[in-house]
């Protein structure tokens, strides 16, 4: 059963009946709302920017620690060839990741539109963040494997030819 309003209720409804002045700490707590707000689009940015710098610099890194642990004609097999190739593939795909991270949205915003605008900048951080935690995810993966081979690298290497133990 519905019960019939009074039209001035209804129109009340949206009315203001009441203001009062901010207090120094709802300034203060909406100043901070304002930075967060939009500080968190850049901070997600800079977060796929430092992941493509920090993948991007892990691929040489390896590389060349590779090199001081295998020394030239060691023999090996297809499997730690293979483990050795992996790291590298995962920094190169926490590249890919952390950069899908950085493409912007396709489509229009109208400015002038709050609601476009909320939903442009949430699917943006959506974006962002799935960039950054497959960027990272994928990184972390590539260290651990790196790790990995390099510990079956050197203990399956002779210790009188492992170039790294020379340099000691």
Known sequence: MTTARNPAESAA???IKSVQAL???SQVVLEAGKKLFTD???TARDTCKFLVTLSSSAIPIYVALLRLLVPEGFPSTQWKAVLTIVPGLLFLASIIGAAFGLRPLPGKMSPSIV???LSYREK???RRAN???IGFWLFFAG???ALA???VLLLSTPHSQTSALHLL
């Open 143 to 145: 260290v651990v494997v």
């Open 149 to 151: 081979a390099a510990l």
């Open 131 to 133: 960039g950054a935690n």
């Open 13 to 15: 409804e949206g009315v």
């Open 115 to 117: 609601e476009e605008i």
């Open 40 to 42: 968190s689009v850049e």
């Open 23 to 25: 207090t120094v700490d």
């Open 124 to 126: 943006l951080l959506r």
